[in-house]
């Protein structure tokens, strides 16, 4: 599986996971589940399409072994190396600008935050260590440091937004908001991994609040609390961008009644869906490295009789003329290597190997029958498969007399 089919299946993991969210289990109290469900469902999007696995090169050769032929054989390899790659920008390339410009962005606003810290005063506020910065900044926290202008607020405020902070630290909500952002940098290009985003960042909040109306002296006086501490001031570096909608959710969320432990039942539908994108990714990546159409057929590996491969001197030392390419074998050589390009996208995955095509010069001379016995890449398969059909006519096989079939093996090698 190359880089650009993981990605996509990585990004089908993370739309289903939101969809499945959303429509299924946003909507009850289960806050600690919804939690668990997310992280687990995120890092089981990056793993699963690893999971997938290929047919055997061996259990190819072997099978080609068993293919009955009147002839074999074996030219010469061909390798093919990277200066006749023709430049091109790819799609691949978009991505990978994009990621690096996600992760510098992220870096960015680390060094602010650690600018931030630099440039803040420590405080014991009620028993908890708080930075407080010299501007003018809503509370928010990051790993185990709590950031707030605490002389901005009365005695009651400050203990609910303490409190609320508190929470944060203490369930590290931060490891919540880190994996919701290299989840969005990894895939920029997918709307759903930032809807997803922004469920990280509203679910922590949840918890938060659930996890603070338990301590404060007023569940109403908390609300309103906490639509004051928003107001105002300039959004954490690092920590999350409020909205009006976001509040109103949130003070939704606390006054929502218990769900039904019944509900608890929806969270088992993640099973079998995991299962079928874990299935997904086996067929998907057996498919794509391999093209066995052509051997499928068990009637067809049974016309001939069997025999084995042999050298072109061999076949010339028999009775039998081989097909010639026009030009000899230098000039088979010189076509395939003056035609054959390596693909960008092998390059860019820097991919090297050998790909073995077999196809067969009829008693006319004509190419027919290309088939991948050894593939390396989907994109180098092609290639291979694209240089075949053009070959010219040969001059064909003749055995006593009468033209021939004749089945040609050609090793192909990509080395960077």
Known sequence: MNILTYIIFVQLGITTLYLLYKLFLSGDTFLHAHRYTLLGGVIFAFIYPLACFHIPREGVEALYNNINVRYGVELSTVTVGVERMADSFMLIDLYYIGVVLGFLLLVIRVLSLLYLRMHSDSRMVMGIKVCVPHVPIKPFSFASVIYMNVDRYDPAMLRDILLHEKAHVRGCHTIDLIVGEIMVIMGWFNPFSWLLRQEFHSLVEYLADADAVKDTFSIRGYQYHLLQSVQGGSDGLIGIHFNQKMLVERIKKINQPISRLSRRLLYIILLPVSFMLIFAAHAGGSLYQYTMHSLSDK???????????????????????????????????????????????????????????????????????????????????????????LMPRWQPSVQDGIAVDVDFVLPITFKL
Request: aromatic content about 6%; some cysteine.
């Open 299 to 389: 009637t067809e590996l049974q016309e001939n009789v069997a025999t084995n491969y042999l050298s072109p001197q061999e076949v010339t030392a028999s009775s039998t003329a081989l097909p010639q390419f026009p030009g000899g074998d230098i000039a088979l050589n010189k076509f395939v290597a003056d035609n054959i390009k390596y693909p960008p996208q092998a390059v860019s995955d820097k991919v090297e190997g050998m790909v073995m095509v077999r196809f067969i010069i009829n008693s006319e001379g004509y190419v027919v029958s290309p088939t991948i016995l050894r593939g390396l890449t989907p994109e180098c398969d092609a290639e291979v498969l694209r240089i075949v059909g």
